[in-house]
């Protein structure tokens, strides 16, 4: 079993970064692909990124590829996400999730385990 805590999240003005964290309690955290979703009020949930348990493979929404950067430190327990040149509709609670068996990185079904959220709010 996992437990997921995101952190990181926070107030920014357009353009501006920030790297959202993603810790999780486990010893076998290396056996769990991570991905980052977002839900902003009133819309679904969407795939953010996402990165592999073997050889961390990385997967992007489109919208975000040339943006954003997933990364993972196994030895910290930890999964990054790296948001730069941020916008406005940016804005949703960031959510991370893991599993041991993901076959379709962005479905948030696949994913068994989820951290609790954290605010990303980006101002014009």
């Known amino acids: 079993q996992v437990q997921l805590v995101e952190s990181g999240g926070g107030l920014v003005q357009a353009g501006g970064s920030l790297r959202l964290s993603c810790a999780a309690s486990?010893?076998?955290?290396?056996?769990?692909?991570v991905g980052w979703f977002r839900q902003a009020p009133g819309k679904e949930r969407d795939f953010v990124a996402a990165i592999s348990r073997r050889n961390s493979a990385t997967y992007y929404a489109d919208s975000m590829r040339s943006r954003f950067i997933i990364s993972r430190d196994n030895a910290k327990n930890t999964v990054y996400l790296q948001m730069n040149s941020l916008k406005p509709e940016d804005t949703a609670v960031y959510y991370c999730?893991?599993?041991?068996?993901?076959?379709?990185?962005?479905?948030?079904?696949?994913?068994?385990?989820w951290g609790q959220g954290t605010q990303v709010t980006v101002s014009s």
């Open positions: 486990g010893r076998t955290f290396s056996s769990y692909a």
């Open positions: 999730a893991a599993d041991s068996s993901v076959n379709y990185y962005n479905n948030y079904q696949e994913y068994g385990y």
